[in-house]
């Protein structure tokens, strides 16, 4: 085990069936439940020596050992990474991201994010709303998905642009490259998007635990064998375009989560670009919108394909 702190406990009889992550939340309070249910994961928790599940119930006289690691320093840092910025002032900037690029420092990638070139490239001055790891950070675009983001400077900017988002005012145009042919050329899909039960790491259109989801999309041409359509956001949920496409049928092309299992793999991702952004200025309170071209990747995608 890494360097840290080591706790053990006693079970007390009054604390027999006590399940083992309450059981710890009792005894080490600091500490949050699913910080110690991650710890009992990662077998970071042991009863009489054994590894156990989260579902364990400890008994009258066990014996708990208790592993915390060494705290992480998960602060961004600079980093003098190219930044495409098409616009930019004194409240907040837009930066046209290239496909490829993590938006903010996660476990096992503290380095070369959006974040890491934003801090050096604005010299710390952005919004703290998001925390040390996501400073600026108002939404987010996945990583193997390219195109416009807004960043905020300061908090007031990141308040009142996160509030146009929360009201479906906020401007967000996507394109993208999908499996097969649509009925109508136009339409629309609302339907709640939630963790998928048997994969945690996918979503899914789900009744269950779920937020509702919207997104508007049209035709901009047909292929044989592919539509490149745009999508119009009214909701912003995790991998929301992916998603109702491929719930509709039409998965994105290049796509490894929700796709087929033969992936484009020349896409290196799905074919998606965030190509439009609106939203009312903070200070000005005036509506500005910027647009971007296609990405070379995409480009080249569509002039490969065969003609319908």
Do not use: W
Request: glycine content about 8%.
């Amino acid at each position: 085990m890494t360097a840290g702190k080591e706790l053990h406990f006693s079970v007390l009889s009054k604390q027999d069936g006590f399940r083992i992550d309450l059981f710890l939340q009792k005894m080490a309070p600091e500490y949050t439940r699913s910080f110690l249910q991650k710890r009992i994961e990662t077998g970071d928790v042991l009863v009489n020596g054994k590894k156990i599940s989260k579902s364990t119930k400890v008994k009258a006289g066990d014996s708990v050992f208790f592993h915390v690691p060494q705290p992480v320093d998960d602060t961004a840092k600079p980093e003098a990474i190219p930044l495409n910025i098409i616009y930019e002032d004194d409240d907040l900037l837009v930066v046209n991201i290239p496909k490829g690029i993590v938006v903010h420092p996660a476990p096992g990638n503290y380095n070369g994010t959006l974040v890491n070139g934003l801090l050096y490239h604005c010299q710390g001055n952005l919004s703290g709303i998001n925390g040390v790891v996501r400073p600026g950070i108002v939404h987010r675009i996945d990583k193997d998905t390219s195109g416009l983001l807004v960043v905020a400077k300061n908090d007031r900017a990141h308040q009142l642009l996160a509030e146009q988002i929360q009201n479906h005012s906020f401007t967000r145009e996507y394109e993208a490259v999908v499996y097969g042919h649509f009925r109508q050329e136009k339409g629309t899909v609302d339907a709640p998007i939630g963790r998928s039960k048997s994969d945690r790491k996918r979503m899914a259109v789900t009744d269950e635990h779920s937020r509702r989801a919207v997104t508007h999309y049209e035709v901009l041409k047909e292929f044989r064998d592919f539509s490149h359509i745009r999508c119009h956001l009214e909701t912003g949920r995790t991998h929301q375009i992916r998603v109702h496409m491929a719930y509709l049928g039409h998965p994105l092309a290049g796509d490894p989560v929700y796709g087929p299992k033969k992936v484009i793999e020349s896409l290196q991702g799905q074919c998606l670009h965030a190509k439009k952004i609106g939203f009312v200025h903070p200070s000005t309170a005036k509506y500005m919108e910027f647009d971007s071209t296609l990405p070379e990747y995409f480009i080249r995608f569509l002039a490969g394909l065969p003609q319908k």
